[in-house]
């Protein structure tokens, strides 16, 4: 049978179904589907409109701070200090506009705060060849210690002349009733997505990913990207600070504390792999949404909160298996 | 004139002496095997014609001009491609992201450009069938044999318009019948006009193929000689150092 170029350039291994049915994060979203249906039926107060809303704006921190994750799993990196830059760009945020500055000044202070952790972390990374866990680990402690020494360990509650504005932009819902939260994770998630798909920057970060020795060989500049990824990581955790302040109204130091690890596991779960080289931008969302529905569904039932982390700790190792057991049918 | 010529060429890692004084050129359309025991400085000469390595003495000149290379890419500017011993391979991307790893073809305005996967799609596949590979553009590198693998890897250096290709030891580790098509695959290459550097442990490749051999031996370039005028023996015994040095 004669085969033609055309059609050897048109050949894909998979077909749509069979790339659909191994994919973790399509399982991911089956389950959350599920669990949803299973307790609209099983409890009166889930599909309620105020439980929903609950759940969605919960999700949005996690997944906010997981989409800019995702993109240093990829390159096969971890960044453990999201959860205190979070905490430490919030009180930049929230001490910079209490001392009567505007919210534009505010917010800003707070981004180059973000930008100016992550590109530490990455250039101790990249450049200095330190090893990303312990760099992160580091800057875990000292950006959360930074914020108590900018706000004294005080709880900031009132924010200046632009008090209003910054509640709004968190705690208001501008399109359709949709809180704004998730209006802003939903933007990122597409830019994430976009970016991981479509540019020579995505590309890059899936190279170094799947082997950065030939990633260096071939010429990608890897360790300016590797410094960007965590740039864009610590970006992404003050981002969800600033929305986090305006929302909640208050910050305390103890914000986003182990938010790390639900982070990570959002996007293990959603299908990153920790070996770098594999993870998308709707996983680190869909991971981020089981794992708030499993906390949910378990108060809504009333479960003793005590088994909050076992389930959850069941869902990322379940997760991961789902993938090992596909691995396995494939190299026999 | 000699397409590419390094004259007194030396590479050191702090103490150790990797290349040491070597000089040789480089006729278009030339196959040249470049033959050592491990550790003969062999890779470390083809790393600093490939810009990965800056070379600590010497000159180098390509078509008689000063050739000065900061990175791999300033080497690809001027028509020097390699193909690495490890391929280079990402074995989570496909043939063609492979392929065009580092120079992805890119389509739209301006700073507004996103990947352009169709070209590079249809292009990697004109690729690998003028390699008569059956390697497809859109299957993951995970998945690949040895012979597919070196095909996606050569690929690469077919994209632009090579001077010179760099062949790291590309016939180490795959089955006999690809081996012939890779020796193929180099004598294409010759006869478009492109200089390639074979470095191999494999003697029957080299005096298959090649048109000179180079010998090194502890840094140093200890033959330089046309293969007709050379024998398996003689080779053997310069690389272990049983022969001290040939003129």
Partial sequence: ?332 | MPVLELANISKHFGAIQAVNDVSFSLEAGEVVGLMGDNGAGKSTLVKMIAGNFHPSHGTMRLDGKDLVLHKPADARQHGIEIVHQDLALCNNLTAAANVYLGRELRRGIGPFRILDYGAMYKRAGQLFAELKSETRPRDLVKQMSGGQRQAVAIARTMLSQAKIVLMDEPTAAISVRQVAEVLNLIRHLRDQGIAVVLISHRMPDVFDVADRVIVMRRGRKVADKKIASSSPEEVTGLITGAIEQVA
């Fill in chain 1, 1 to 332: 049978m004669a085969v033609t170029l055309d059609q050897t350039i048109a050949q894909k291994q998979h077909t749509f179904l069979s790339r659909l049915f191994s994919n973790q994060t399509f399982w991911v979203v089956i389950a959350v589907i599920l669990a949803c249906l299973f307790l609209s039926f099983a409890t009166d107060s889930f599909a309620t409109s105020k439980n929903l809303f609950n759940i969605t704006r919960n999700v949005t921190f996690v997944a906010i701070v997981a989409l800019g994750m995702t993109f240093v799993i990829i390159t096969g990196g971890i960044d453990l200090s999201v959860g205190s830059v979070l905490c430490l760009s919030s009180m930049v945020l929230a001490v910079t506009m209490h001392a009567g500055y505007s919210i534009e000044i505010g917010i800003l202070a707070s981004i180059a705060t973000a930008l100016a952790v992550g590109a530490f972390n990455g250039v101790l990374i990249a450049y200095l060849g330190f090893p990303p866990f312990v760099v992160t680990l580091g800057m875990l402690s000292v950006a959360r210690s930074l914020a108590m020494v900018a706000s004294n360990n005080t709880v900031v509650f009132q924010f200046g002349p632009d008090h209003q504005k910054l509640l709004a932009l968190g705690g208001g819902a501008w399109v359709f009733g949709i809180a704004n939260p998730v209006l802003y994770m939903i933007i990122l998630g597409l830019i994430t997505g976009f970016t991981l798909r479509w540019t020579k920057f995505g590309r890059h970060i899936f190279a170094i990913g799947g082997n950065e020795h030939a990633a260096t060989l071939t010429g990608v500049p890897v360790k300016q990207i590797k410094v960007a990824v965590y740039m864009i990581s610590a970006l992404s955790a003050g981002l969800a600070g600033i929305i986090q302040t305006g929302w909640l109204g208050a910050v305390t130091t103890n914000l986003g504390n182990g938010m790390e690890l639900q982070v990570i596991a959002a996007t293990v779960i959603g299908g990153a792999d920790l070996a770098g080289g594999v993870g998308t931008a709707f996983g680190a969302i869909v991971g981020a949404a089981l794992i708030e529905v499993i906390r949910n569904s378990l108060g809504l039932l009333g479960i003793n909160a005590f088994w909050q982390g076992t389930f959850i700790g069941g869902a990322i190792i379940l997760a991961v298996l789902f993938d090992r057991i596909r691995n396995f049918r494939r190299s026999d």
